[in-house]
Nanobody, 121 residues
Framework: QVQLVESGGGLVQAGGSLRLSCAASGSIVSINDMGWYRQAPGKQRELVARITRGGSTNYAESVNGRFTISGDNAKNTVYLQMNSLKPEDTAVYYC???????????????WGQGTQVTVSS
């Protein structure tokens, strides 16, 4: 059983910072990449940032230059440092991972339960 557990969400004023963490646990053989998505009320879930095991990253244009994704392969953990937060960053942030639970199985996609980030103006 694989679990992705997020932490670090909360309420912050505009211009402030938050750091999200997501730890993957369970019978994991390898993780190909991990990322963060977000979903605001009434909107579709969207990619925020993603990082590969080798360290390659990509960001949504709306967060580029403000958010930084990083990972710790040894801990199966990914982080999202969010600076200069804006009210429009308010959303539930979800961790996502492509990983293998066996050398014989293909990559599968997993989601965390989400953590709320609220930015007040």
């Amino acid at each position: 059983q694989v679990q992705l557990v997020e932490s670090g969400g909360g309420l912050v004023q505009a211009g402030g910072s938050l750091r999200l963490s997501c730890a993957a646990s369970g019978s994991i053989v390898s993780i190909n990449d991990m990322g963060w998505y977000r979903q605001a009320p009434g909107k579709q879930r969207e990619l925020v940032a993603r990082i590969t095991r080798g360290g390659s990253t990509n960001y949504a244009e709306s967060v580029n230059g403000r958010f930084t994704i990083s990972g710790d392969n040894a801990k199966n953990t990914v982080y999202l440092q969010m600076n200069s937060l804006k009210p429009e960053d308010t959303a539930v942030y979800y961790c996502n991972a492509d990983l293998r639970v066996s050398v014989l199985t293909p990559l599968r996609n997993y989601w965390g339960q989400g953590t709320q980030v609220t930015v007040s103006s």
